[in-house]
DNA sequence: TTGTAAGCGTTATCAG
DNA sequence: CTGATAACGCTTACAA
C-alpha cells in the first residue's frame, strides 16, 4: 500500500508538504504539479485512520435500527442519509435484530470506532438501555421511544390514537376491537393505544375488545382469521398498517367485505396501505422528516449546542377506502 | 478520552502490559486483576482506530446499495448482516441514490477507509463501474449484474424468463403484454425479458406487446391506468412484483377482473404479492441466500482463495391467484 | 513555501 | 512475565 511517504519521497519533497497539498492546498505551483501527477500514477489514497488517530475526529454517525426490513425505518433511513450526506457525515448502519443484546453491543462497538454520534432505533427503554446510554461518552439520539434524561425525538403517538378514536366516533361506530403490540414497545404498545381509549371511551355505550400480536404481518394475519369471526366490534383499529395488511387478507380469506362488514384502520401511512383493495385508512406519520430532524439534532448534540430532550412530530389522519359509517 | 496509558499508569505497569491483556490475555493472575479493576472503573475502551492504523486490518465490510427501500436489497442485507456478523465482520452500509456518480464516490471512500471487501449492488455496468472497481485493490463483488473480468453473484434472470413462458403458454395463453424496464438494467432490463421472449416466441402465433417503466409503483401503476385499456393480450409479466401490484391497483381501479380479464404476474417473490388480492404469481428469488453466498465468496476474496467469477443462484415459479388459463 | 519533529493510541519485537 | 521502544500513516507546530 503506498503511502504519504512513499508520494514525498518520489516527489523529492517532504511528507508534511505533500500533507498540506492534501489538505488546505497551500503549496507551490511547481510542487502542486509534481504531487499531484504521483498521486495519479501510484493512486494514492490518504488512510482515513490514521487521519482520525491524529485528528481525533472520524466524521461518522453510528445508525442502530432494529431489522432491516421494516418500510417505516427504511423512511427515516432516507432522511438520515440524506441528510447526514449533506453535513459531510459517513454513515455507519448496523442492525440489533429486535434484540436487547445487540443493541448494547452495537452500542459499545460503535462508540469504540469513535462515531461522532449515535441513533438508535428504540424498541424499548429499559435501565440498561439508559445506563448503557449513560456509560459511552459518545452522543446518542434516540427515536421512537423518550425516556428520562435521554435525547429523542418521538411521535405523536397518543395523539395518533385520539384521532382514530375521533374519526370512528364521528362515523357512528361505539363497538370496537383494537389489534395491539406488546406492552413493552412503549409508544406503540401504549401510548397510541391509549389515546384511542381515552378518546373512544369519553363517550358512553362504547366497548373495546383487545387482541394483542407482534410486528409481522404473519402473526396478525394469523390471529385475524380467528378473531374476525368472534368479534362484536365493526369497526377495527390495527396499531400498525402492517397489521392492518394482514387482517385485510385474512378478511378477504374469510369474506367479509371491508367496510361493509368492518371497519378497519392502521397507523404509520406505509406505501403498502395505499396498494390494496381497499386501500387503508390510516394515520400518516412524518418518517423522512424524522431522520432529517434526527441528524439536525445530532448534529447540534456533537457541538455541543443547547437542545430540547424530546422533540415530536405531528402526524395526520389519511382517510381512504377502508372505513365507512356505520349503518 | 482515557487511553492505554492512563491504564497502564493507574495499574503500575507499562502499557505494552495493558495492550497484552487485552489481546491474548497472557499476563500474571496479579496484573491481571488490577487491570481489570483500572478498566472497569473508567470504562476505558481501546480506540479502534489506532488498532486498525497498526493492525492494517478493520475488520469492515462496506456495502453499497441503490436505494433504502427496496424489498428485495432488504432482503439481501439480511442475508449479508447475518453472515458478516457470524464471520466477525462490522458492516458500513452506504447509499448511493441510483446515482452513478455517487456509487463510484461511495467505492472510493470504503476503499480509503480501508474495509476489507466491498458488496455492491449494482444497477448498470458501465466502462467507468469496471475501472473505478479495477483501481481500487479491494476486493469488489457485485450482487445482480454481471461483468467481464469481474467478481459477481446473479440470479437466473434468463431462465426466470422462461419459466414464466413456458407457464403462461401451458395455460393456454398466446398473447402478452410485457411490462419492463431500461436495458441499462442488464438483468432485469435485458436478461429477464429475453428469457420470456424466447420461450413464447418459440410457438407460432403468439404475440407479445411491450412496455416501458421504471422501479416505482406510482409509474407503473400510472402507466397502468393507460396501457390496460389499449392492450390486445389476455396475459401481463412484469418486470417485478412491484409492478405487478402496481398494475394490479391500477386493474382494480379499471373494474378489470384479475385473473378474469387478464392474468398477471412478476418476479422476485416479495412478501407484498401474498398480501394483495388476488394474490400474484411470480417467481421466487433466494434474495436472503444470496447475501449469505455473497458474504462467504467475498471472505474467500479477502483470503485471496480461489473463486469462481460468477456464482448464479435458481429461482423458482411460485403460482398464486393471478393467473388462470386462457378461455 | 518548505522541512523537521513530535505525537495521535495501538501492537509487536526483543531484551531482561 | 514484563517493560522499553519502534513502528503504523497522518497532521501540525515551529523553524528555516
Same mark, same amino acid.
Given at each position: 500500500m503506498v503511502n504519504i511517504n512513499d508520494i514525498a519521497k518520489q516527489a523529492g519533497v517532504a511528507k508534511s508538504t505533500v500533507s498540506r497539498y492534501l489538505n488546505n492546498g497551500s503549496v507551490s505551483e511547481d510542487t502542486r504539479r509534481k504531487i499531484e501527477k504521483i498521486i495519479k500514477e501510484t493512486g494514492y489514497k490518504p488512510n482515513a485512520f490514521a487521519r482520525s488517530l491524529k485528528a481525533q475526529k472520524t466524521n461518522m454517525l453510528g445508525v442502530i435500527i432494529p431489522r432491516l426490513n421494516s418500510a417505516s425505518t427504511n423512511e427515516v433511513l432516507q432522511g438520515i442519509d440524506e441528510t447526514a450526506r449533506k453535513l459531510g457525515y459517513q454513515l455507519i448502519i448496523t442492525n440489533s435484530d429486535q434484540?436487547?443484546?445487540?443493541?448494547?453491543?452495537?452500542?459499545?462497538?460503535?462508540?469504540?470506532?469513535?462515531?461522532?454520534?449515535?441513533?438508535m432505533f428504540a424498541r424499548e427503554m429499559t435501565e440498561d438501555h439508559i445506563n448503557t446510554v449513560k456509560s459511552v461518552e459518545t452522543p446518542v439520539l434516540f427515536i421512537g421511544q423518550k425516556a428520562e434524561g435521554i435525547h429523542s425525538m418521538v411521535h405523536q403517538d397518543y395523539e395518533a390514537g385520539t384521532k382514530i378514536g375521533k374519526y370512528a366516533l364521528e362515523l357512528g361506530h361505539r363497538h370496537f376491537l383494537y389489534v395491539?403490540?406488546?406492552?413493552?414497545?412503549?409508544?406503540?404498545?401504549?401510548?397510541?393505544?391509549?389515546?384511542? $381509549?381515552? #378518546? *373512544?371511551?369519553?363517550?358512553?355505550?362504547? +366497548? $373495546?375488545? #383487545? *387482541?394483542?400480536?407482534?410486528?409481522?404481518? +404473519?402473526?396478525?394475519?394469523?390471529?385475524?382469521?380467528?378473531?374476525l369471526k368472534e368479534t362484536e366490534a365493526t369497526y377495527?383499529?390495527?396499531?400498525?398498517?402492517?397489521?392492518?395488511?394482514?387482517?385485510?387478507?385474512?378478511?378477504?380469506?374469510?369474506?367479509?367485505?371491508?367496510?361493509?362488514?368492518f371497519s378497519l384502520s392502521g397507523f404509520g401511512g406505509y406505501e403498502a396501505t395505499a396498494y390494496v383493495s381497499p386501500t387503508i385508512t390510516t394515520v400518516s406519520y412524518p418518517y423522512r422528516q424524522m431522520g432529517i430532524e434526527a441528524v439536525n439534532k445530532l448534529r447540534q448534540l456533537i457541538e455541543k449546542e443547547e437542545v430540547p430532550l424530546i422533540t415530536d412530530l405531528q402526524n395526520n389522519l389519511v382517510v381512504n377506502e377502508s372505513t365507512a359509517p356505520f349503518k
Open positions: 434484540n436487547n443484546e445487540r443493541e448494547f453491543e452495537n452500542l459499545q462497538t460503535l462508540a469504540k470506532q469513535k462515531v461522532e454520534g449515535i441513533i395491539g403490540v406488546p406492552e413493552t414497545d412503549q409508544a406503540v404498545g401504549v401510548e397510541r393505544r391509549q389515546g384511542f $381509549i381515552d #378518546r *373512544v371511551t369519553a363517550v358512553t355505550g362504547t +366497548t $373495546i375488545e #383487545r *387482541v394483542e400480536t407482534d410486528f409481522s404481518r +404473519t402473526a396478525a394475519y394469523t390471529k385475524g382469521l380467528t378473531f377495527i383499529v390495527c396499531a400498525t398498517d402492517n397489521i392492518a395488511v394482514a387482517v385485510l387478507k385474512a378478511a378477504n380469506e374469510l369474506n367479509y367485505s371491508i367496510p361493509g362488514d
